[in-house]
């Protein structure tokens, strides 16, 4: 947004080295930044990881966890042996396949009785890139991996029979039928020795309640209730539909005894079982969210599936692929006896708040949800600006992209005494350049290493003293300025207020923009801030370089961002050009130009140069 340069560097001779050297500095700290937040909260592109889909023999130590602080633990040996002599038990079997539908104001649940798992999950107030409501299955990695509300064992055989037999429902051998929140369903199986009851319970919230258990000749099987993979806003996986929106990868969030943390999905070990006091364990793309929380956290049992599928790179060519993680998850108890709370829907931040996780006494006051909105270690500032910003939407406004434009309007007027502070600092340094440059040349025939340069050090400290001059205070804009940038850039990224909002031409804030014209904006705004600023300090070169190369940097790295953070950016660098025009025009900025001239005129900027031959 501001001019990128330290007015406060030496001027004159050699003072442009000393310029650039700190515009540079600058520029590689801005784009450090940038990409390494990237780096951090998109993971880079990696080989596709070896699928491990419930592999695992009975009783093998699952592999190690890098997902949470804890160690992995082998499972609690309460799985009844496979060879165990069979127990008769009265077949309870449903008639036929068929599905069953719950719903509420929020969601539209269907069931087939064939395993009782979900064929869809859909929640009515959200759509997807083609404006049908939104599934939150994602029907091609559920068919590879797995249906939500599976259970899953360590033992594969016994999964598969638990996925393919036919559930009675409430008790009825022919179940089908359509219901409505609240509302309860009771899948149960029977047969073969296995007696399989798993409950779900609805309300007119995005919580439901599920219990299970698997008891196979009469002892209790260790099993969990589980998400086995992706989301219904991972669209990309579906190879045969050409999405415009951004492949959103999967995380691994948590809160154990208390403390909250998430994970990327490439840091995220497959089959690994985690146990500790889990308030909860989620997994979600970066809007939508599935938060086991359990009735017992002190005997919680999490397990992490890692899969990878190919997304497609380019629309125009099927071949064009890369491999993407995708993520699933189980909840279970130690005592094998399975009773959690799982909310899947949204990540708005009110929805979040208003729901709490279980205690050590069973009540519902435990941590709530809103960490599974990833602002970081910035969320200090993204979460006020949120409020803000919200505030500024709800109350007139209505439309995300004029609420970025007045908040940033209103941080730039704040910020006009510092920018205009930051001009009298540099007027001051020039003005006392011809002493600064005595003091250096009394001390310029001592080597670097000699103490007395220190002495230097002092002299022209003294000095700055004396004509109250500080050394940082030309870099207060952008120190503040950088923080904030981080701020917004996390709070644009992952505010779901923000997926599919419009603003003018732009469809969808919280993806990169179909049609670069605010990067237009971008490049030719800092160009022209960073051409009509002073700079007495910079040779001519030096400066064409840094007014053209800035811009193109900013720009490039700010097309493959959110097009809400282009809108902040733009707006920043309109505003900041008209702020620098009008400061060009007070008695410091006229001074300034002045001075750039005739240190320009000095160089013989504009003039023939000549080149003494040799003798």
């Not at 589980?226 to 415009?244: I, R, Y």
């Not at 160089?603 to 023939?608: A, D, V």
Request: hydrophobic content about 40%.
């Amino acid at each position: 947004m501001a001019e990128f340069r330290n007015p406060n560097q030496s001027q004159g001779s050699g003072g442009g080295g000393g310029d650039m050297r700190s515009l540079f500095g600058i520029m590689l700290l801005t784009m450090v930044i940038l990409f390494g937040y990237q780096y951090f909260f998109k993971p880079k592109e990696a080989p596709p990881k070896p699928q491990q889909t419930q592999t695992q023999q009975t009783q093998q130590t699952p592999a190690p966890a890098a997902a949470a602080p804890q160690s992995t633990t082998e499972p609690t040996k309460t799985t009844a042996a496979a060879g165990a002599p069979a127990v008769q038990t009265p077949t309870i079997t449903a008639a036929a396949q068929c599905d069953i539908t719950v719903e509420n104001e929020l969601y539209k649940i269907t069931f087939s009785n064939r395993g009782g798992e979900v064929k869809n999950w859909i929640l009515k107030r959200y759509n997807d890139s083609a404006g049908k409501p939104l599934d939150m299955v994602q029907q091609q990695a559920a068919e590879k991996f797995g249906r939500p509300l599976s259970l899953y064992t360590y033992e594969p055989a016994l999964n598969d029979q638990l996925t393919q037999a036919l559930y009675q429902v409430n008790g009825t051998p022919e179940p089908c039928g359509n219901f409505t929140a609240p509302q309860s369903l009771t899948f149960h199986y029977a047969g073969n020795g296995l007696d399989v009851v798993k409950t779900i319970k609805f309300d007119s919230s995005y919580v439901v309640n599920v219990e299970s258990q698997v008891h196979r000749n009469g002892q209790l099987v260790r099993s969990l209730v589980a998400w086995p993979s992706g989301f219904g806003d991972q669209e990309e996986l579906d190879q045969k539909v050409h999405a415009n929106v951004t492949f959103t990868a999967s995380s691994f969030a948590w809160s154990l005894d208390g403390k909250q943390d998430y994970q990327a999905a490439g840091k995220v070990s497959g089959n690994a079982t985690l146990e500790g006091d889990y308030d909860y364990a989620a997994t979600g793309d970066l809007f939508f969210a599935a938060a086991f929380m359990p009735d017992a956290p002190s005997r919680a049992t999490v397990v992490t599936f890692h899969h990878a599928m190919d997304v497609r790179t380019n629309k125009e060519d099927p071949s064009a692929k890369r491999p993407e993680d995708v993520l699933g998850l189980a909840m279970g108890d130690t005592s094998g006896y399975t009773r959690t709370r799982l909310y899947v829907g949204p990540k708005q931040m009110e929805v979040l708040a208003s729901i709490h996780t279980n205690t050590a006494d069973g009540s519902s006051n435990g941590p709530d949800l809103k960490e599974l909105v990833q602002f970081g270690w910035m969320k200090w500032i993204s979460y006020p600006l949120y409020l803000a910003l919200r505030f500024i939407y709800e109350h007139g406004v209505g439309n995300w992209g004029w609420s970025i434009i007045i908040i940033t309007a209103l941080f730039n007027l704040i910020m006009i005494p510092t920018r205009l502070q930051m001009q009298r600092q540099s007027l001051k340094m020039i003005r006392i350049q011809p002493q600064m440059n005595a003091i250096k040349a009394r001390y310029a025939h001592y080597k670097v290493t000699d103490p007395r340069r220190a002495e230097m050090n002092q002299e022209i400290m003294a000095l700055h003293k004396q004509e109250n001059i500080n050394m940082y205070g030309g870099c207060l804009p952008m120190l503040i300025q950088m923080p904030l940038f981080i701020a917004l850039y996390r709070l644009l990224a992952n505010v779901i207020e923000l997926r599919q909002a419009h603003w003018l031409w732009i469809g969808d804030l919280s993806i990169k923009e179909p049609f670069p014209l605010l990067i237009v904006v971008i490049i030719v705004g800092m160009f022209v801030t960073q051409w009509i600023t002073p700079s007495p300090g910079m040779d001519a070169s030096q400066r064409r370089m840094m007014a053209f190369m800035m811009p193109v940097v900013m720009g490039f790295t700010l097309s493959n961002f959110a097009a809400g953070l282009s809108v902040y950016w733009a707006t920043g660098n309109v505003i900041n050009l008209l702020v620098q025009l009008s400061l060009g025009q007070t008695k410091e900025g006229k001074e300034l130009r002045e001075r750039a001239k005739k240190q320009a005129a000095k160089r013989g900027i504009g003039g023939t140069k000549t080149i003494p031959g040799k003798r």
